[in-house]
């Protein structure tokens, strides 16, 4: 069963605005990670945010964790056509990740 | 270095044929995980392997899959007597100890049963 659920499902943005989604999840986790997945094939690893930490930033990506609202949000800044793909968050447990389901997104030039 | 591969990129197979998904994780990683993505959705863990502990399959849909790991390197995922349900794309990830957090998945074997 999925842990995560992210929203929006889709987001379409022109080329340089920012992109904002949100991931919500229902247990306690060691720590939450986002992915990007292009085409439908293999994930790459974005960032990872322990459940100690409330905020991360790496490159144009900026996360937050709200631990009491089992939430977290993922911000990409000045987006880029290459942007476009799908991003999951992912929680932690046992070694095991649970994806959400994902949030589609689409950068147009 | 390699990242993880896995092959057949494609699979095609008819209903009630046993198929075999192979993953070469990264060299030294010593864990190794198996998912299961439907079109559309999110990824569904499958097993686990560490070391030579004992693996999690505690994400296996049915006695129909099993998997292997030789060696504590190649994983081999079977399915026997496939049916169009087990349609999927199928990741396979590995992490080290050192960053037992971070997966590295492989680009996937997509399988279509017909």
């Known amino acids: 069963s999925q842990q995560g659920e992210e929203d929006p499902q889709a987001l379409s943005i022109q080329e340089g605005e920012n992109a904002t989604m949100n991931c919500s999840y229902k247990?306690?986790?060691?720590?939450l990670q986002w992915y990007r997945q292009n085409s439908g094939r293999g994930l790459v690893h974005l960032i990872l945010?322990?459940?100690?930490?409330r905020e991360k930033h790496s490159g144009r990506l900026r996360v937050t964790l709200d631990t009491s609202k089992k939430s977290s949000s993922l911000l990409i800044t000045a987006s880029r056509a290459a942007d476009t793909a799908s991003y999951f968050c992912?929680?932690?447990?046992?070694?095991?990740?649970?994806f959400g389901a994902g949030t589609t997104v689409t950068v147009r030039a | 270095g390699a990242g993880v591969s896995q092959s057949p990129s494609n699979k095609v197979t008819e209903k009630g044929k046993d198929v075999e998904l192979r993953c070469d994780p990264i060299?030294?990683?010593?864990?190794l995980y198996w998912y299961r993505q439907s079109l559309g959705q999110g990824l569904e863990f499958l097993i686990y392997?560490?070391?030579?502990?004992?693996?999690?399959k505690s994400g296996l849909p049915s006695d129909r899959f099993s998997a292997e790991r030789t060696g504590g390197s190649v994983s081999t995922l079977t399915i026997q007597r496939t049916q169009q349900e087990d349609s999927a794309v199928y990741l396979c990830?590995?992490?080290?100890?050192?960053?037992?957090?971070?997966?590295?998945f492989g680009p996937g074997t997509r399988l279509t049963v017909t």
């Open positions: 990830a590995s992490s080290s100890l050192e960053s037992s957090y971070e997966q590295y």
């Open positions: 247990t306690s986790i060691n720590n």
């Open positions: 945010i322990r459940s100690n930490e």
């Open positions: 992912a929680t932690e447990g046992d070694y095991k990740l649970s």
């Open positions: 060299s030294g990683h010593t864990a």
């Open positions: 392997f560490q070391g030579n502990s004992a693996p999690d």
